[in-house]
């Protein structure tokens, strides 16, 4: 008997999210209704164009449903066994999120699934939905929309899922928590059969998802910063004199942190290597952040930076380079909303208060 079909909701079909949607209907274990924004009516009348490393040139797809709002995915009492979150993780975006998403979570049947950036982004979920499964999850894929139809999927697909595991009392055992996780990344590998053979693409079930992501944020937190503080690719970052000075301090800065929180694995001499000669020096590669500042969207800051700071401020570990971009690519941000006119609602440091204007831009959430 073939596996009962799973109904997914996916918020945020971007470049990581349209991917994502694409490998779970694939695996013919899952109908997905994704929530598109302004590029709605063009999808939902020619699809997506897809030229992916992973999966090929695909012409004209759309996923099973695609609705123009959260709202309108609650419509005919549908409900769903996940939701698939790929926005950027933006804690004014999170927060209206949160409310929106109360109606699409049937109690024991729901999983939340964050493929995001960034430290500590599912506390706010954890909070709100104490009784829902939570699983969270890193990739490094390099995937773009060009245009609102058309997505650029330029490196394999290679991600790791696992239980956050906010809660272990017996409204919730841990049991039921990672087997939502194994499920999920089953119907995902099952997606990339094909892939797994043409490029390496693979989702890996993680038993310490945390530490994954103080290792992802090696790289978020000095190639992805450094490239957008300075306008340049990941390739000039390497060649160019900013290596020694900016780029292996910066990385080993994240590393310390890490270890003094307990996450010297995922942090380890090796990685460390591997993350400064994994790319050649002429990659022309752009990260994501440095494309959301090259087209007016906000930064990532918060979860890429300023959460990774905080525990060096608790743990004691000193960070002058890292403190230093930080500062620098806030009043980068600071430039983003005072272009967007309207400057006066924009908080530093303690709090982040984004704007209408520059949200509206959120059409194309990518992840390295």
């Given at each position: 008997m073939p596996p009962k079909i799973k109904d997914i909701c996916l918020i945020g079909a971007g470049g990581v999210g349209t991917i994502a949607a694409y490998i779970l209907e694939k695996s013919q274990r899952a109908r997905v209704t994704a929530v598109l924004r302004s590029n709605y009516a063009l999808v939902k009348q020619h699809g997506f164009d897809i030229d992916s490393v992973d999966h090929g040139n695909v012409r004209n797809w759309r996923p099973y449903n695609v609705v123009s709002s959260i709202a309108s995915a609650t419509t005919n009492k549908q409900s769903y066994d996940f939701i698939v979150i790929t926005t950027k993780a933006l804690p004014d975006l999170t927060s209206s999120l949160i409310s929106d998403l109360k109606p699409l979570i049937t109690p024991q049947k729901t999983t939340l699934a964050l493929l995001q950036n960034g430290l500590?982004?599912?506390?706010?979920?954890?909070?709100?939905?104490?009784?829902?499964p939570i699983l969270s999850g890193v990739s490094m894929i390099g995937s773009r929309l060009t245009s609102p139809t058309t997505i650029f999927h330029q490196y394999p697909d290679v991600s790791k899922v696992g239980a956050y595991c906010h809660c272990v009392d017996d409204t919730l055992p841990k049991a039921t928590q990672f087997d939502a996780a194994r499920l999920f990344v089953e119907i995902y590998n099952a997606g990339l059969v094909d892939a797994k053979l043409k490029s390496g693409a693979r989702c890996v079930l993680s038993k310490n998802i945390v530490g994954a992501r103080w290792g992802k944020l090696l790289w978020n937190a000095s190639f992805n910063t450094l490239c957008t503080l300075l306008r340049i690719s990941v390739g000039d970052l390497l060649s160019g004199p900013g290596r020694n000075t900016l780029l292996e301090p910066t990385?080993?800065?994240?590393?310390?942190?890490?270890?003094?929180?307990?996450?010297?694995?995922?942090?380890?001499?090796?990685?460390?290597?591997?993350?400064?000669?994994?790319?050649?020096?002429?990659?022309s590669f752009r990260p994501s952040m440095l494309v959301d500042l090259e087209n007016g969207r906000p930064l990532e800051l918060d979860v890429i930076l300023r959460a990774a700071l905080r525990v060096a401020q608790e743990k004691g570990v000193s960070t002058p380079v890292l403190s230093q971009v930080y500062e620098l690519l806030n009043v980068v941000q600071w430039k983003l909303v005072q272009r967007a006119g309207k400057s006066s609602r924009f908080r530093f440091n303690n709090e982040f208060t984004m704007l209408a204007p520059v949200l509206a831009k959120l059409d194309a959430p990518d992840l390295d």
């Open positions: 500590a982004i599912e506390a706010p979920f954890a909070a709100a939905f104490p009784n829902t990385m080993r800065e994240v590393a310390a942190i890490a270890t003094a929180a307990g996450y010297e694995d995922a942090v380890s001499e090796d990685i460390v290597q591997l993350m400064l000669h994994d790319s050649p020096p002429t990659r």
